[in-house]
């Protein structure tokens, strides 16, 4: 069983940063895959990053060049570093996790605004 907890989410203006973070619970980290989505008002969830259990990273055509996603198995945590925000990156992002078995875990997820 995997707990994931999201942190990191807020209000920042057009143009400004946030790092997102996920602590996860549990033993086997580094062989999950991990990854961010997003949920926007009135909109499915959707994709944002995901990063390998060997580090390989990937990412929505909409964040490319701006977002980065980053593990610390040590920690048992992820990361998204998102710079250059735009108000349509408005969500609740969430963290999932993803075991080699093929099991999805979730996080509650955490609200990001971007306002002026």
């Known amino acids: 069983q995997v707990q994931l907890v999201e942190s990191g989410g807020g209000l920042v203006q057009p143009g400004g940063s946030l790092r997102l973070s996920c602590a996860a619970s549990g033993t086997l980290f580094s062989s999950y895959a991990m990854g961010w989505y997003r949920q926007a008002p009135g909109n499915p969830r959707e994709l944002v990053a995901t990063?390998?259990?060997?580090?390989?990273?990937t990412y929505a055509d909409s964040v490319k060049g701006r977002f980065t996603i980053s593990r610390d198995n040590a920690k048992k945590t992820q990361y998204l570093q998102m710079n250059s925000l735009k108000p349509e990156d408005t969500a609740v992002y969430y963290c999932n996790a993803q075991a080699p078995w093929g099991k999805d875990y979730w996080g509650r997820g955490t609200q990001v605004t971007v306002s002026s």
């Open positions: 990063i390998s259990s060997s580090s390989t990273t």
